[in-house]
C-alpha cells in the first residue's frame, strides 16, 4: 500500500551560524561534513564559521534548500520583524483518567531538559525546532519538544526493573517558522511501555497496547470512524543491513546517515561526502609518529581517530547495494520489488509483511476504511529513535497527525540504562484533535 505523503515543513531564514549547524542536523553532524572534531563545530556556534567553511557549507545549504542570511557566510545580516509566539490553550486536567484505569502510572516530568539526549537522538527536522540555552553554569539545555525521552531518563533515574507503565500530559515546545499559524507550545497526551517485551519475543503484544489504547482514547473524544493511519517499519532496514558484510561501526553509520537524509539520493550524497577524508588510516601510520606531540595531542590519539573513523566508512558497494535499497523501498509497490531485487531475503520480507498485516489491521480496520491504512518503510525519521512498527494518526480535515508512536528499543540503553530495555509509546496532540472534534460537531 502507497504511503500517504506527510506535509514538509520549511525552515525560517537561518540568521546565525547556530541556526545553520541545527539544521544541517547538529554539532556531531557538521563535524563530520568538515571532518573536523566535535569542540571545533560548538565554538562555531559562538563565533561565526571561518571563511575556509563558507564555501562548502554554503553549498551543502542551498542542495538542502536551506535559506541562509548572508551575514552567516561573510555578507550583511537583516534583521525582519517576527511574529507573537503562541502559547497552548489550557486542557482539561481529567484526560489522564482513562489511561490510569487501564494500568498506566502517571507521571510529572521537568519542562527543563538537558539538550543533549534531543540533539544526538531526533531526526534532523526536529533537531532544527529545538529551543535551545546555556544555563549560567555553562550546561546546554532546551525545552523538551516531546515526552517520551524525558520519560525514558526518568525511569532510569527510578532504577526500576521489570515492565513499567507510564502516562502523561504535558506541554511540548517546538519552534516555527514565524506567521506559519502553528503554535509553538502545545500539549501531549501520552504513554509509554518501558521494560516490556521485545517484538520478536512476542509478537507486536506492547505495540498494539499502545495503538488501541491511542484508539480508544480517541474514540473517547469523539473520533471513532474516519480516521487514516500511516504505519512504517524499520525492523526491514535493520534486518537488511544484518545481512549485509559491514562493522558494526559502519552499520551505526547507515543508520545515522538515513536519519538526516531526506530520501536515498540524499543518502547517497551524504555517505559520498563521509568518504571524502583528508588522509586514510594507511597514509596516516606513514605520516604520523605516534609518539611525537602535534598541536598539543599525541599522535597515537591522532591515529587512534583516524582508525576510527575509518571503521565507519562505507565502500562504494554498500553505498550502491544501501542506495538502492532505500529507492526499492520508496517505490510504490516497493515490497514486491524488494523481494524480486533480494531473493534472499523473501522469506523474511514475507512473514513480516504478514505479521504486521495480521495484526495491524485487525486493530485499525474498526477506525479507518481499508483504503486509508497505508503501509510502507519511510527512508527518514522524524524521530530517529524509532526502531521497529510505529505509526501516525490523520483526521479528515486536517493535513498532520493528531496522534503519534512506535517502537524504540535502543533508546534507552543509548541514554544510559546498564541493559537494554525495550520500548513502545505513542502520544495525541490534545490541540488538534480539540480542532476536529469541534469542527466534526
Not at 588522509?279 to 605516534?290: N, T
Request: glycine fraction near 8%.
Amino acid at each position: 500500500m502507497e504511503q500517504r505523503p506527510t506535509a514538509v515543513i520549511k525552515p525560517s531564514r537561518l540568521s546565525s551560524a547556530s541556526d545553520v549547524i541545527d539544521a544541517l542536523g547538529g554539532t556531531n553532524a557538521v563535524a563530520e561534513l568538515l571532518n573536523i572534531g566535535a569542540s571545533s563545530v560548538s565554538n562555531y556556534r559562538k563565533q561565526g564559521f571561518p571563511a575556509r567553511s563558507h564555501f562548502i557549507l554554503a553549498k551543502i545549504c542551498k542542495e538542502r534548500g536551506l535559506d541562509v542570511a548572508d551575514a552567516v557566510f561573510g555578507g550583511y545580516q537583516v534583521k525582519t520583524k517576527k511574529a507573537p509566539y503562541q502559547a497552548a490553550p489550557p486542557q482539561r486536567a481529567d484526560t489522564l483518567i482513562s489511561l490510569k484505569e487501564a494500568g498506566f502510572t502517571p507521571v510529572s516530568l521537568p519542562i527543563l531538559q538537558p539538550a543533549a539526549p534531543f540533539i544526538d537522538r531526533m531526526g534532523p527536522e526536529m533537531q532544527r525546532r529545538l529551543f535551545t540555552f546555556t544555563d549560567p553554569g555553562g550546561e546546554q539545555l532546551c525545552l523538551r519538544p516531546d515526552l517520551t525521552i524525558p520519560t525514558a531518563l526518568a525511569h532510569i533515574a527510578s532504577g526500576k526493573s521489570g515492565e513499567a507503565r507510564y502516562c502523561y500530559q504535558g506541554t511540548a515546545f517546538r519552534y516555527q517558522p514565524r506567521g506559519s499559524g502553528q503554535p509553538e507550545e502545545f500539549t501531549q497526551l501520552g504513554l509509554e511501555i518501558i521494560g516490556g517485551v521485545s517484538a520478536g519475543k512476542d509478537g507486536l503484544a506492547n505495540d498494539l497496547d499502545v495503538l488501541t489504547t491511542i484508539i480508544t482514547l480517541l474514540g473517547e473524544a469523539g473520533l471513532k470512524d474516519n480516521l487514516r493511519f500511516n504505519f512504517a517499519d524499520f525492523d526491514m532496514l535493520a534486518h537488511f543491513l544484518e545481512e549485509l558484510d559491514l562493522s558494526a561501526a559502519a552499520r551505526e553509520t547507515v543508520w545515522r546517515l538515513v536519519g538526516l537524509a531526506d530520501n536515498a539520493e540524499d543518502f547517497k550524497r551524504l555517505a559520498n561526502l563521509k568518504n571524502a577524508r583528508p588522509i586514510s588510516r594507511k597514509d596516516a601510520e606513514k605520516q604520523i609518529d605516534a609518539d611525537a606531540l602535534i598541536a598539543g595531542r599525541p599522535g597515537s590519539e591522532i591515529l587512534a581517530r583516524i582508525a576510527r573513523k575509518d571503521s565507519e566508512m562505507l565502500d562504494d558497494g554498500h553505498i550502491a547495494v544501501v542506495f538502492n535499497f532505500l529507492s526499492t523501498l520508496a517505490a510504490p509497490n516497493g515490497i514486491e520489488k524488494i523481494t524480486a531485487d533480494f531473493p534472499n531475503m523473501k522469506v523474511w520480507f514475507d512473514r513480516r509483511v504478514s505479521q504486521l498485516a495480521d495484526a495491524v489491521l485487525s486493530h485499525a480496520t474498526g477506525a479507518a476504511e481499508l483504503p486509508n491504512i497505508h503501509f510502507a518503510p519511510r527512508i527518514s525519521r522524524g524521530m530517529a529513535y524509532y526502531t521497529g512498527l510505529s505509526f501516525e494518526i490523520y483526521a479528515s480535515g486536517l493535513d498532520r497527525p493528531i496522534a503519534a508512536g512506535g517502537r524504540y528499543d535502543d533508546l534507552l540503553r543509548s541514554l544510559g540504562a546498564t541493559e537494554p530495555l525495550c520500548a513502545v509509546g505513542g502520544a495525541i496532540t490534545l490541540e488538534r484533535l480539540n480542532r476536529v472534534v469541534e469542527a466534526q460537531s
